[in-house]
């Protein structure tokens, strides 16, 4: 351990006051820039009120409504939209309509990593939305929720997605929750980019299978 003399103390906190004060200054720049990553990006919203964090965006991808459909309903393999997922469990449920899962997630926040568990409640609804309600005991979230309307566009498909989420491990102030709505945002991006470039995969694949069956000589009986 390195002992610092007390102006030593003085002149490295000054220090790092005034490079999280940039940090955060930078950041706060990146949250509040205009939507210009992607050009099908219509919305994309971070806040945080309470503790509790809330994410909105709204977003048109390169690929037929069924498809983006197959892959968020996809549970088991979640991770192949959020590879930070780790272990996924579908539990059982007395309810017929609810799909229970529950995750583990390796979260990195600069040289920091830690596991959080999360799990929740799933519904398909028969206009077919997918409503989730975040279970606290079994979670390290306090409570959550989160909705996504998922609306064909002929050939592409526009996805709103809705959620909110208060953790129920400590974020420090300011500097915390600035950190912690950058990396909600990048988040967001990251698993909508998956998702297009999965649901694209399968349908190449879907054509892919329906061109061979098509070349294939039917059968003839005599």
């Known amino acids: ?18 490079s999280l004060t940039r940090v955060s200054c930078l950041v706060a720049l990146i949250l509040c820039s205009p939507l210009s990553i992607a050009d099908e990006l219509e919305e994309l919203s971070v806040a945080g009120t309470d503790g509790e964090y809330s994410l909105r ?28 997922i780790t272990k996924v469990e579908v539990l059982p449920t007395d309810r017929d309509e609810v ?5 583990l997630s390796e979260q990195c926040v600069g040289p920091f990593c830690f596991e959080i568990a999360w799990a929740g409640d799933i519904v398909e609804t028969k206009d077919g939305d997918i409503q989730v309600k975040t279970i606290p005991e ?9 909705i996504w309307h998922i609306r064909p566009l002929g050939e592409h498909t526009r996805v709103y997605y809705e959620s909110s989420l208060k953790p129920a491990f400590f974020i420090p102030p300011v500097i915390g929750d600035i950190i912690i709505k950058k ?17 694209i995969a399968m349908s190449a694949r879907s054509i892919e299978h329906q061109s061979d069956n098509l070349k294939r000589p039917s059968s003839k009986r005599g």
């Open 1 to 18: 351990m390195t002992t610092l003399s007390l102006g030593q103390a003085r002149e490295w906190f000054t220090a790092l006051c005034l």
């Open 57 to 84: 965006i709204v977003d048109v991808l390169d690929v037929p409504a069924d498809y983006v459909r197959k892959v968020i309903t996809d549970y088991k393999h979640a991770c192949r939209i959020d590879p930070t």
């Open 99 to 103: 799909v229970r899962v529950r995750n």
């Open 138 to 146: 079994l979670s390290d979230f306090v409570s959550g929720s989160a």
């Open 183 to 199: 990396h909600i945002k990048d988040d967001a991006l990251y698993i909508f980019k998956n998702i297009e470039r999965q649901a």
